[in-house]
């Protein structure tokens, strides 16, 4: 089916402005996604950064405070527990955040305690006195055990604290008990809120979570995902020590834009390696891409619809001489006699119109010549046979199209004529030269189609023909023996009977190898086999008889 120039033309500026403004969108559109994500990435990044900070500042002020107070002569150096109930009493009631602050003894005995709460009780199986005896403990997030119902709780939901302890010194700098403190849970939902309240209002179902180190538990998030484990790459990349944001697909199967900070202490205190996540869904965040698609898609339409207007116009300027040149062309292919017409409305047609004449002759010229080489290039100038370049060519296609056939195979018959040396030395190059042409002509006369008779030089010759998968030795043995009863027949040069002979050597591919090269050289070494045997005979590169040593 052809189309004519002019309606190629017109659909080729309309498929132009499509494809341009496709372009021009996605482009558009991926520019806005990424700098969108990257806007809000690195708005998640700053929060979850900052929210890390709060955390690790909060816990470092209370450390700083536990610290101060252990080192308080009330502490120290005095025996009045009431004293110290006073003292831990006041702490408490300044910073809210502890829920329970408690003295005990070297043992782990509670001597003192705000509210009295476990006053006497023996806390030395407990790790807040176990590794607070030790040296300065802070715990990650825990339930309550022995507070959770001795502490108020109108929420009515699980307690959750944080420890902090140390031992106390003397004077003398020996261990005289521990200072032991339960920190709530709640400050965290507290810098949790405080964060959220930065967003706009328009910044939409944005979550605040946090991840322990040890087991990657959700601590402190959305309803459903509290105590559940998260196996992301944001929470691994945060705790090798990586802060960033990236899109990722979450436990749910929906994909989040998630910025993830790393909570590596303030000070001089080291941190419990909270991950702080900050996630908003991906079609939440990319919403405003939505309008920029639909402005793209406007605007592609309307562009097509000009380019096809001006493509009309050009298209119908541009194709009317060309059609009629097409038409004295289309006369010319009809053998008509006709004037090319020299067009001067643009330059290059003016050159068409010039070069028409002079390429119909210089073509006629240039196909007898490309014939003329064709023929040099592939047929030996002296039998007329297919040569190599003929050969590769030949199996060039041949193998492309055999590949996969199980029901054909390969046969490669080397030749060497039995008797020529002497017939060359004794009646001259000449005759000899004229037994050659003689061979091929009869070699040419076995020939079968799809099959093709090579001379590869000198008395050499090379059979390829296709036998059946079944029996392609036989077939190929059959065709053999009829080369040689052929040639074994008297030739007549110069007014003289002359009797020569031939050996062949042949292989199969596949059979023998997969490798046109080495198939050939596997035929050759036949042949040479066939020679060493007494001529004048054919024998296969796996033949029982063909030695070993050979192969």
């Known amino acids: 089916m052809s189309f004519k120039l002019r309606t190629i033309l017109v659909v080729v500026f309309i498929v132009l402005s499509l494809v341009l403004s496709g ?3 996605w482009v558009m559109n991926r520019y806005a996604v990424n700098s969108i994500k990257e806007e809000i990435g690195d708005s998640l990044f700053s929060t979850a950064h900052n929210t890390a900070d709060k955390l690790d500042n909060f816990m470092w002020s209370r450390s700083g405070e536990m610290d101060l107070l252990a080192r308080l002569p009330v502490l120290r150096d005095s025996n009045n527990t009431n004293e110290v109930h006073e003292m831990l009493d006041q702490l408490q009631s300044s910073f809210p955040s502890f829920s329970w602050i408690g003295y005990t003894d070297i043992h782990g005995k509670v001597l003192a305690s ?5 006053l006497g009780a023996d806390l030395s199986e407990r790790p807040v006195y176990k590794e607070g005896i030790k040296k300065k403990f802070i715990g990650d997030v825990h339930d309550a055990v022995l507070l959770a119902k001795l502490l108020p709780n109108p929420s009515g939901e699980p307690l959750q604290f944080v420890d902090i302890s140390l031992p106390v010194m003397n004077n003398q700098g020996q261990k005289i008990g521990v200072l032991a403190a339960h920190m709530s849970w709640d400050w965290a939902r507290e810098v949790k809120q405080s964060v959220m309240e930065s967003f706009r209002q328009s910044d939409k179902d944005i979550e605040v979570l946090i991840v322990s180190q040890k087991d990657q538990v959700v601590l402190l998030g959305p309803d459903g995902l509290v105590g559940q484990k998260l196996s992301l790459s944001s929470v691994q990349k945060a705790q090798s020590g990586k802060s960033g944001w990236q899109l990722e697909q979450w436990p749910d199967g929906n994909n989040y834009l998630t910025g993830y900070a790393y909570g590596d202490g303030y000070m001089d205190y080291p941190g419990l390696g909270w991950t702080v996540l900050v996630r908003q869904p991906e079609s939440t965040a990319l919403a405003a891409v939505a309008d920029i698609n639909t402005f793209t898609i406007i605007a592609g339409v309307i562009a097509a619809a000009v380019f096809a207007l001006i493509g009309w116009f050009l298209a119908n300027k541009i194709s009317l001489p060309i059609r009629e040149l097409t038409g004295r062309a289309d006369r010319l292919s009809k053998r008509e006699m006709v004037d090319i017409p020299v067009r001067r409305s643009f330059h290059e047609i003016e050159i068409l119109s010039r070069s028409l004449r002079t ?8 196909d007898v010549e490309l014939d003329n080489m064709q023929a040099i290039a592939h ?4 039998t007329g046979l297919p040569n190599r370049n003929a050969l590769e060519t030949y199996l ?3 193998l492309a199209v055999h590949e996969g056939n199980e029901e054909q195979q390969l046969c490669f018959l080397y030749i060497d004529l039995d008797g020529f040396k002497k017939v060359n030395d004794s009646l001259g190059h000449q005759a000899g030269d004229v037994l050659l042409q003689k061979v091929a002509q009869r070699l040419s ?10 001379r590869l030089g000198g008395d050499e010759f090379l059979v390829v023909l296709h036998a059946s998968s079944e029996h392609p030795y036989d077939e190929a043995r059959a065709y053999g023996e009829q080369i040689i009863s052929l040639l074994n027949k008297p030739f007549v040069l110069e007014y003289q009977k002359i009797n020569i002979g031939c050996s062949i050597g042949g292989a199969i591919y596949t059979i023998d190898s997969d490798n046109p090269i080495e198939i050939v050289r596997m035929a050759d070494q036949a042949l040479y086999q066939s020679k060493r045997a007494g001529k004048n005979r054919i024998t296969f590169y796996n033949d ?3 030695p070993q ?3």
């Open 544 to 546: 029982e008889s063909f």
């Open 396 to 398: 060039e296609h041949t």
């Open 379 to 382: 047929y030996d100038h002296l």
């Open 23 to 25: 372009t021009l969108g």
């Open 445 to 454: 006369s076995l020939s079968r189609e799809n099959d093709i008779t090579v």
């Open 114 to 118: 705000t509210d009295n709460i476990l």
């Open 549 to 551: 040593s050979a192969m």
């Open 359 to 366: 390429m119909v002759s210089s073509l006629v010229q240039k």
